[in-house]
């Protein structure tokens, strides 16, 4: 096969192959983000508006005062960028000049956990009763759950995380 040959069957090879977003979509369309917690955690269902206030570090503590520990994908993954747009409409950068300021002025302790796998946020998660984080997965180890955005589930009619 001649170079040109080569180049044009490497470029139809590429184009062919599932993008990233592609991937993480089922036959139905996009997987829907879950809202996950430690098992342990006595809500079952929460607010839009309680999550911005989560991220934003304004709520910082749980029922029974257990602190909420905010554990997120890194910078870039789908997870992490749906969220902050659909809920706080800010870029990482934006996110993280916040929480910056946050921690400069004495309001925080520390930014949230930024990790780079599935597995680790859930890792960690199983290990702290008011842990959070924002995840497209459907293997969820036992100690952890899902709760209701709203009233609704994932993969529910309605659901706003996508």
């Given amino acids: 096969m001649g170079k040109p040959k080569f180049v044009l069957a490497l470029v139809l090879v590429l184009a062919s192959a599932p993008s990233s977003s592609q991937t993480a979509r089922g036959a139905k369309g996009?997987?829907?983000i879950a809202v996950i917690v430690n098992a342990s955690n006595p809500l079952n269902?929460?607010?839009?508006?309680?999550?911005?206030k989560m991220l934003m570090g304004d709520r910082r503590f749980w029922k029974g005062n257990v602190q909420v520990?905010?554990?997120l994908r890194?910078?870039?993954?789908r997870e992490r960028d749906q969220i902050l747009t659909y809920l706080l409409k800010l870029s990482n950068r934006e996110f993280a000049e916040q929480w910056r300021a946050k921690v400069f002025?004495?309001?925080a302790a520390e930014e949230p956990l930024s990790v780079f796998s599935d597995t680790v946020a859930q890792e960690y998660l199983r290990n702290t009763p008011g842990g959070i984080?924002?995840?497209a997965t459907k293997k969820l180890l036992p100690e952890l759950k899902v709760l209701k955005l709203?009233?609704?589930l994932p993969g529910e009619s309605g659901y706003a995380l996508k």
Avoid: N
């Fill in 133 to 135: 984080t924002f995840l």
């Fill in 45 to 52: 269902d929460v607010s839009a508006s309680d999550l911005r």
């Fill in 105 to 107: 002025r004495g309001e």
């Fill in 74 to 77: 890194e910078p870039g993954a």
């Fill in 30 to 32: 996009p997987i829907d």
């Fill in 69 to 71: 520990k905010l554990v």
């Fill in 150 to 152: 709203e009233g609704k």
